[in-house]
């Protein structure tokens, strides 16, 4: 059971899968439910990993069910952390812009 802050809201210790870069999405949910953890923050690095097998709704929504079968939930996430939203070139501006759409998409699907 997470602890309550002094305000009453349940804090949800949580770690960054970053972490465990090297592992597949699914090896990294299980690694760390297996070590006691409930919930983490989606890092971009698995985020791209997940971007690249498709549809991000569809994709998320997998990992979702995969991660919440073990005990995890991933309640946060980093988008693309060298998106360039100030991009000079307005088309590149637009093409980063809507890239970060689909992280939207994924991120929403995963919870």
Not at 46 to 59: S, V
Not at 68 to 93: F, S
Request: aromatic share 8%; proline share 4%; net charge negative.
């Amino acid at each position: 059971m997470a602890a309550a802050n002094r305000k009453g809201h349940a804090m949800k210790p949580s770690m960054w899968t970053s972490y465990l870069i090297e592992q597949t999405p699914e090896e990294m949910a299980t690694s760390f439910v297996s070590r006691g953890w409930r919930w983490a923050e989606l890092s971009d690095e698995h985020g791209r990993t997940l971007l690249q097998r498709g549809d991000p709704a569809a994709t998320g929504a997998a990992f979702h069910r995969f991660a919440a079968d073990l005990g995890l939930a991933l309640e946060q996430g980093h988008l693309l952390l060298m998106a360039d939203i100030a991009h000079p070139d307005v088309a590149e501006r637009a093409r980063i812009v809507d890239s970060l759409k689909r992280w939207c998409d994924l991120f929403a699907a995963v919870g």
